[in-house]
């Protein structure tokens, strides 16, 4: 299974753009990146995923490389309810599995 | 729509007992998955059900752990005899197999304390 990496921590402005940055170097062409937060004594939730094209949804923006070696998840305008774990997951193609590194904890500061 | 419900929310328990979680999935997904969550770590996958059949248990440590998924919808996990070691956040998610992608929807979590 392909593995990623993640920067332990990052800070953000409260109302500025969160980048979350994600190595997956060894990624195969039938895996998904997925992107879950985790806020303290909660499960993790979904954001985004891509397989290999940009995406965006109400919550974030995915970018995915061309080489699809790296990716980075954009929160466009952070708030202090934003600051949460960010993992980013490699998953194969209609399998179930995840394995989940260690993630971004990313604090919002007023 | 409900998301993924778990039971109890949180549990204390001496080592040596046995103590079960239970976890009803959203209406629809026929994938089931249970998760462990050691302090300050990632989820780590111990059990998928596809239906009622568990397709993937290679992590889940059988000389005290089992799992059912009757009748393919809620789950139980059991732990018996819990040990020290088996403190931890046990996270239920739940997908639908088919859809694009398979998002997985996790529940909060029961939060396991042994003493």
Known sequence: DAKTTQPPSMDCAEGRAA??????????GNEYVYWYRQIHSQGPQYIIHGLKNNETNEMASLIITEDRKSSTLILPHATLRDTAVYYCIVRVRNTGKLIFGQGTTLQVKP | EAGVVQSPRYK??????????????????????????????????LIRYENEE???????????????????????????PAELG???????????TGLAGETQYFGPGTRLLVL
């Open chain 2, 86 to 96: 088996d403190s931890a956040v046990y996270l239920c998610a739940s997908s639908q």
């Open chain 2, 12 to 45: 204390i328990i001496e080592k040596k007992q046995p103590v079960a979680f239970w976890c009803n999935p959203i209406s629809g997904h026929n994938t089931l998955y249970w998760y462990r969550q050691n302090l300050g770590q990632g989820p780590e996958l």
């Open chain 1, 19 to 28: 980048n979350l940055p994600c190595n997956h170097s060894t990624i195969s």
């Open chain 2, 54 to 80: 568990a397709v993937d248990d290679s992590q889940l440590p059988k000389d005290r752990f089992s799992a059912e998924r009757l009748k393919g919808v809620d789950s139980t996990l059991k732990i018996q």
